[in-house]
């Protein structure tokens, strides 16, 4: 009996220090291997897509910068959104840096960064709709979302058929072809689209503040106390030092920090 206890009792020392292993050791492999992989869409301007000079855009340039201060190099893995946070799970990458909204259901599941920006949900439609004035006219009509997003939850909330889609801009390809009715999208990519095409005919007709879809931060594996702390750090040392105003004035015109 003594012996079957203390086998028992080394298995849960085992599991105790296991999971006080896990926890130090996303940070740990990323200043060993000197390189910290991040998730990300690569279709999804202003916030990561493909320009002239290769992938770029705002959550790309404050993932660089994040890296930057842990004193590792930045690689990016790209992904359709559907499956971008799985892949966080299967370890294919240490942070997700993709506009990740910060809800319940997401802290239950993995760890965040504090918020590094905050924007709003804007339903959009054609200039010529005069149907859909707010969000409850949605029902019944086809809304062009990624499936697992906030805003395709929150098209099918109020009771839109939702179009499947990869990113913004398929969703306003859609829209503007008259294939869908009307999309919920970020209102910062809605005025980045709106800056490089201002006579595109389309218009946003409500918006949703709620904290749940405004919210952003960067996503990494539960159990992560050291890794989020140094995401954070390198997140307050970005804004101190000009770095984060910096790079939101090149995207968006303006400083559109949280904190």
Known sequence: MKRILAIVLAGLLGGM????????????????????????????????????????????????AIAQRLGVKAEFVEGKWDGLIAGLDVGRYDAVINQVGITDARKAKYDFSRPYIASQAVLIVRDSNTSIKSF?????????????????????????????????????????????????NDNLSFLDFKKQKPNAPVKIVASDKTAEFS?????????????????????????ADGTYKKISVQYFGTDVSTQ
């Open 215 to 239: 919210e952003s931060g960067v996503l990494v594996r539960k159990g992560n106390p050291e890794l989020v702390a140094a995401i954070d750090k390198a997140l307050a040392d970005i804004k």
């Open 136 to 184: 409850d006219d949605l029902k019944g009509k086809r809304s062009a979302n990624t499936l697992t997003s906030n805003f395709g939850k929150l098209a099918q909330k109020y009771g839109a058929q939702v179009v499947p889609v990869q990113g913004f801009n398929e969703s306003i390809d859609l829209l503007l072809s008259g294939r869908v009715d009307a999309t919920i």
């Open 17 to 64: 220090g296991t999971g006080v292993a896990h926890a130090q050791d996303d940070l740990a492999k990323i200043k060993s291997t000197g390189v910290m992989r991040i998730g990300t869409e690569g279709t999804y301007a202003p916030f990561s897509f493909h320009g002239a000079s290769g992938l770029t855009g705002f959550d790309v340039d404050i993932g660089r």
